[in-house]
């Protein structure tokens, strides 16, 4: 990401007399007259924590601060006498617990009403500077007879090091001669320090043989393109096979053993074969659909390296070859199963790019079934239909095939593209997927967010023929999983494919009273690198028990509890409706709020909501994943939107997942001087603001940053000097609402903005490419942004949910009452 220059300048645009905006000189330097008590304006201040705050927060005179969310986790304190790991503190990086310490007795937890469970993120990407895991490549891997746990940093070593008490189950082992230890140890915590496995929390081992039923996956991707009308008439199609040409590079391929396929489909399926020796290709035509076979084996997955330049020829021609619009129709659910055949013998991944719902053959969608916009019960009926039954038994069939599925959709127009549907295949298999509604390749920021999001997800490393176990001390257990994958036990999941910064939640239960100080929890992924390795990654998480209620509540943490109730959420959508989710989510917060006054009597006769400070933002957070579910919007593609929103908070990582529901926000029109690019480069991010309107004011630019979009909400009193150096348009009225790219302009503020969007398009974790829109605060804008920009102001009252975030209070107030 290139950053402009560092520039000079004043960022206080607001219409005040003695204010006065004159503008940017030749250089760009920005020259300002402010008046002699001049300061930041108020909706500027962000709250700040205050470390003597008192335990209790009051929730009614608390106002929300985003700053707590961006908070390091909390440190696990160990009992006395357990030898402290070189880095026990990442293990939260990869096991984010719900509470940081463990109630000793299942009653004790009913009593604090606080779920009890993990955020695990097991392939995620390092921050800058963040030391890389640990490899064991000596082929010693030891584990425990009984509970078949790995040894880690939290074992106890017994005579004199020659065998070691599993910190799970209590089962002495004996430690293997392999690691060389004298009898004699001056200083025992040397052996601990010897070994990675003993010092590191979270660590790599290269697997035997033992753990390879057969020959490690190569990589293999079936790239299975839509030809019908739609995805020829909105530039879809041409725009993919481009993207495709462009970032065959970038496909994993280190021991040059990738394999790529090409297919096409309307209403028959198309394959390329490449005969052996010849330059030239042929194209296969299928007309069958019912049943799967593939017209010919040897020539139709070519090695990405020795096959290059035929490859290449394939790409170059497609768009002549299908440049006028063939069907209507879409036989997408038998090229998915035509596909994942092809892949059957060895797995890899199918890469779907498509424009249409499936809407021939196998796995058709009933367009007159389709859901309303607002109909939940519609909504439910629709993912009960025979195509849903159809794309449940193909991602069961592509898991044993070792087969994951990445789909891209576009919906030329808005027209409804069966997200809800086909995001099983996704689910169950691992994979990502991207929805583009209203795609038009005419829109030249639509074409660059497409192929941005393809390119990265072609690059991104990916950790294949993955099986994951997650194992507890005695007495604690799996009560449910929630994530992309498929479930094989309770505590057992299987996914063809895993993708970087990919979350999945664990809900634990306490079984028995726990007797020990400390409680261990491990997750084991086995999986296949790209090149072909196969590895298990060990991450141990060891949490202090207690036995009082107030120790319990005050290692609680709100955004570990948001993100495990989001995918609790997501995977129920289907079965509940919108009012009982709603109703279900509230209840956690009120039950929490109603043991927290029971432990502490913190009832009052005033109107007063008490938490501890490690769950003061549970509230919002449960509100604003709540409006975030309940999307209303009135058009065709709403249904597509709330599938998709489901697909994403399902899948997301915890950062991500709370900036989506609780989105950024940042003022642009009084950004202070020392916000923007820095004289070494870096980005210097303006104070992050609380998410209401009651803070904005009608002159002001606000950006707000969801992940997935970012929106330019601008008042309609903004001065047109303002609307001149950042978006190049003469004033407020001249300024058209809609997506946008910022001009190129030589302003401070223009340069501060466009490095800011820089900043978070290219964000070190994560492959989505947001877009930028503009939103004007008047008739004129789409209502759809407005809906949007609306819906994200968690503080505020919605027209369609009637509640804001002090009316939520005030209703869980009533709860307690």
């Known amino acids: 990401m290139s950053l402009p220059p560092r520039v000079s300048k004043k960022r206080q645009y607001a219409p005040d007399e003695t204010q006065v905006y004159y503008g940017s000189d030749s250089t760009g330097e920005s020259q300002f007259s402010p008046p002699a008590d001049s300061h930041a304006c108020s909706e500027q201040r962000p709250l700040t924590d205050n470390v003597l705050e008192p335990q209790h927060v009051d929730l009614m005179t608390y106002a929300p601060d985003p700053l707590g969310l961006a908070s390091p986790p909390r440190d696990v304190l160990l009992p006395p006498g357990f030898v402290p790991t070189v880095d026990a503190q990442s293990a939260l990086l990869y096991q984010s617990p719900t509470l940081t310490v463990i109630p000793k007795t299942e009653s004790l937890l009913r009593d604090v009403k606080v779920p009890l469970g993990l955020v695990i993120s097991p ?87 033992d753990y390879m039923r057969q020959p490690p996956q190569a990589p293999a991707y079936v790239f299975l393109l839509d030809v019908s009308e739609s995805a020829i008439n909105s530039g879809m199609f041409a725009t993919a096979v481009r993207t495709i040409l462009e970032n065959l590079d970038r496909l994993p391929d280190e021991q040059q053993r990738t394999r790529v396929a090409i297919m096409c489909y309307d209403t028959v399926l198309y394959y390329f074969a490449f005969p052996p020796g010849s330059a030239t290709f042929e194209m296969l035509v299928v007309s069958e659909l019912e049943e799967t076979y593939i017209p010919r084996c040897d020539d139709l997955l070519l090695n990405l390296s020795s096959a290059r330049e035929a490859l290449d020829a394939l790409l170059e021609r497609l768009p002549a070859m299908f440049g006028a619009a063939r069907a209507v129709e879409s036989a997408t659910g038998a090229a998915l199963d035509s596909a994942r055949a092809l892949l059957a013998p060895a797995g890899g991944k199918i890469v779907l790019l498509a424009a249409s719902a499936p809407t021939h053959g196998r796995g058709a969608l009933d367009a007159a079934a389709s859901p309303s916009p607002r109909g939940s019960e519609n909504e439910r009926e629709a993912d009960k239909a025979a195509a849903a039954t159809f794309y449940h038994e193909l991602a069961i069939v592509c898991i044993k095939g070792c087969v994951s599925v990445d789909v891209f959709l576009a919906a030329p127009g808005g027209r409804y593209a069966g997200v809800s549907t086909l995001s099983l295949l996704t689910h169950y298999t691992g994979g990502l997927i991207f929805y583009y509604p209203v795609f038009n390749a005419a829109n030249a920021t639509d074409v660059v967010k497409f192929a941005v999001e393809l390119g990265r997800a072609l690059a991104m490393p990916s950790m294949l023929e993955a099986e994951m176990r997650v194992r507890c001390s005695s007495g604690i257990s799996v009560k449910s999983m929630h994530g992309n994958f498929f479930l094989q036990g309770p505590d057992r999941a299987v996914v063809p494919s895993v993708p970087l910064d990919q979350a999945y939640a664990v809900e634990l239960q306490i079984d028995t009273t726990l007797e020990e100080p400390l409680a261990v929890v491990q997750t084991a992924l086995l999986y296949t690198m790209s090149s072909g390795e196969r590895r298990i990654r060990v991450m141990t998480l060891a949490l202090p028990t207690v036995s009082t209620a107030g120790a319990v509540f005050a290692a609680a943490d709100a955004r ?50 008490m938490l501890p400070a490690g769950l003061r933002m549970l509230p919002v957070l449960v509100l604003a994943l709540f409006k975030k579910l309940a999307t209303q919007v009135n058009s065709e593609r709403a249904f597509d939107m709330r599938a998709y929103t489901r697909a994403l908070l399902t899948s997301a990582a915890p950062a991500e997942l709370i900036r989506y529901i609780y989105p950024v926000v940042y003022g642009l029109h009084n950004m202070p001087p020392e916000a923007g690019t820095d004289e070494d480069g870096t980005f210097v991010l303006p104070p992050a603001l609380s998410l209401t309107s009651a803070w904005w004011v009608q002159y002001g630019l606000y950006l707000m940053d969801d992940g997935q979009d970012v929106f330019l909400w601008i008042g309609r009193a903004a001065i047109p000097e303002l609307v001149r150096d950042v978006f190049g348009a003469e004033d407020y009225e001249a300024l058209r609402s809609g997506k946008i790219e910022l001009p190129v302009l030589e302003t401070g503020v223009s340069q501060s903005a466009r490095a800011l969007v820089d900043a978070i398009r290219g964000r070190i974790s994560g492959v989505h490419y947001p877009n930028v829109y503009v939103v004007k605060d008047d008739a004129t804008s789409d209502p759809a942004l407005r809906t949007a920009v609306v819906q994200a102001l968690v503080h505020d009252r919605i027209d369609e949910l009637r509640l804001s975030y002090k009316q939520f209070l005030v209703k869980i107030h009533e709860k307690l009452n």
């Open 560 to 609: 570990a509890l948001a993100v495990l109730l989001a995918k609790q959420a997501t995977q129920r959508a289907v079965v509940l409706s919108l009012a009982d989710r709603r109703d279900k989510l509230f209840q956690v917060v009120a039950d929490v709020c109603a043991a927290y006054a029971a432990v502490h009597k913190t009832h009052t006769a005033g109107v007063r909501l």
């Open 123 to 209: 392939h995620r990407t390092p921050a800058a500077g963040e030391e890389e895991i640990p490899l064991v490549q000596d082929g010693i891997i030891a584990r425990c007879r009984q509970c078949r746990a790995y040894i880690n940093p939290y074992v106890r070593l017994l005579d004199y090091g020659t065998r070691w008490c599993c910190s799970l189950c209590g089962a002495t082992n004996n430690v293997p001669r392999e690691f060389g230890w004298s009898r004699v140890v001056e200083n025992p915590r040397e052996q601990y320090q010897s070994r990675a496995e003993l010092s590191h929390a979270v660590v790599d081992f290269t697997a035997t043989t």
